[in-house]
């Protein structure tokens, strides 16, 4: 009977655990502030923060893997994609900033889906199978080039 | 051999997994009215709101890497929407969002060397087409 | 039989429109923080993007015990922005994924398969004001909101 009990309240524990651990949050470094501060390319999510003339449309997709829930490798990063390739792309395209940036990580690991795969390394070892989780990666985002006119 | 397969797998995975696919579309425009101006955000001065338009060229990528339907950004953003703005009598669109299928170069080389399987593509655009009020 | 009426006439009689809404705070309550899917014209500071992304699965076609709609993203999203220091969130984008009626009642009938459900938030945390670069703009309103 206790132990009956004890397992409805393991479970209960596993799905409450399971069911709080389904979000995750990412960040990405700071992008260009108002006013502009004139250092490099100006970044933003909204609008341009002087006069402008459309450059061009770039969408970019970052690829990566998850291996075993714990490193993540390649480009499915916010900050390698926006900061980086993005204004690159803007650069050699004479660009002066990127606006109207649109971001998306398409499936970031949750905690139990890093637990998860961290749980089958361990497991795999454990019974002499090593076994390595990986799971796809994917970033995408999108901006319009432009370049400042006037003053 | 078999401790060396799953190094092996590891340093396979750490070689492929980094990738950036990059597209971009050249499409140099202003509202000075020579041309049909696209902007992926709003403008400040008046317009009449002509219509949302959508568009999406869909196709195949044969061997991988030829695209014969155009499917890429340029050609959705010139030859889909930029044709519809004119025929709508409008000036430009604003809010512009856009999206085409992106393959890595890892999915490109697998269809080329299975050439006889296309992969299909698409790209989508969308917009409200507007018409200044000058 | 009668369940099978019962779903097919719940079916019938639903429609295929769905529609998910969310209040965001306006940030007119001292310490709270300001959301909006629009830009901002004012001076800031920008302290990074910022997404929030819930996934799990959906029971029986409406229970969803994860939290997977744009209130469930917008409660892990807004902590995690004040942490960082921000005064508020602009340029919102959000995405959720929606069922019509008929396919949740379908799953009332194939209980054993739940749905995938997922909700993405994506957006620009900023402070106002542009301390790093001196003093504001001319023309900056003058009466600023504060938090």
Redesign the interface.
Same mark, same amino acid.
């Given at each position: 009977m206790r132990n009956h009990g004890c397992w409805s309240l393991a479970a209960v524990a596993a799905a409450g655990f399971a069911l709080a651990g389904c979000g995750v949050v990412v960040k990405g470094g700071p992008l260009s502030g108002r006013p502009d501060p004139g250092r490099g390319i100006y970044l933003s999510t909204g609008g341009s923060p002087r006069p402008f003339r459309t450059l061009g449309f770039t969408e970019i997709r970052g690829y990566g893997v998850n291996v075993a829930g714990i490193a993540d490798v390649g480009d499915a990063a916010l900050d390698g994609t926006v900061r980086g390739k993005l204004v690159e792309v803007a650069a050699q395209m004479g660009g002066d900033a990127v606006i109207n940036i649109e971001f998306l990580d398409e499936n970031p690991s949750t905690p139990v889906e890093r637990i998860s795969a961290a749980s089958s390394v361990i497991s795999g070892a454990q019974t002499g199978r090593p076994q390595i989780e990986t799971k796809d990666r994917w970033v995408t985002v999108t901006g319009e080039i432009v370049k400042f006119v006037g003053k | 051999m078999r401790k060396l397969v799953a190094p092996a797998v590891l340093a396979s995975l750490f070689a492929l997994s980094g990738c950036t696919i990059v597209n971009s579309a050249q499409l140099p425009s202003d509202r000075s009215g020579q041309q049909i101006f696209l902007t992926s955000g709003d403008i400040p001065e008046p317009y009449l709101s002509l219509g949302i338009v959508q568009g999406t060229r869909s196709g195949v990528r044969l061997a991988g890497f030829f695209d014969p339907a155009g499917t890429d950004l340029q050609t959705g953003l010139r030859d889909v929407l930029i044709p519809q703005i004119r025929e709508m009598g409008g000036d430009g669109a604003i809010n512009v969002r856009y999206h085409m299928t992106q393959y890595t170069p890892w999915t490109q080389v697998v269809g080329l060397i299975f050439f006889f399987i296309p992969l299909p593509t698409s790209v989508t655009v969308s917009g409200e087409v507007v018409k200044l009020r000058r | 039989m009668r369940l099978l009426l019962a779903v097919s006439a719940v079916a019938a009689l639903a429609g295929c429109t769905t529609v998910n809404t969310a209040r965001i705070p306006k940030g007119s309550q001292p310490g709270e923080l300001f959301v909006t899917t629009?830009?901002?014209?004012? =001076?800031?500071?920008? %302290?990074? #993007? #910022?997404? /929030?992304?819930?996934?799990?699965p959906i029971f029986l076609g409406w229970i969803d /015990?994860?939290?997977?709609d744009l209130d469930? /993203?917008l409660a892990? %999203?807004i902590p995690?922005a004040r942490n960082?220091g921000g005064d508020g969130i #602009?340029?919102l984008?959000f995405e959720q994924i929606q069922y019509p009626p008929l396919g949740r009642a379908l799953m009332v009938l194939f209980f054993f398969v739940p749905l995938p459900g997922e909700v993405?938030v994506?957006?620009?945390v900023?402070r106002l004001g542009?301390p790093?670069?001196g003093r504001p =703009?001319p023309g900056a309103p003058a009466g600023q909101r504060r938090y």
């Open positions: - | - | 629009g830009d901002l014209k004012e =001076p800031y500071t920008s %302290l990074g #993007i #910022i997404q /929030a992304t819930r996934r799990a /015990a994860g939290g997977t469930d /993203a892990d %999203l995690e960082m #602009i340029n984008r993405n994506t957006g620009e900023v542009a790093g670069y =703009p």
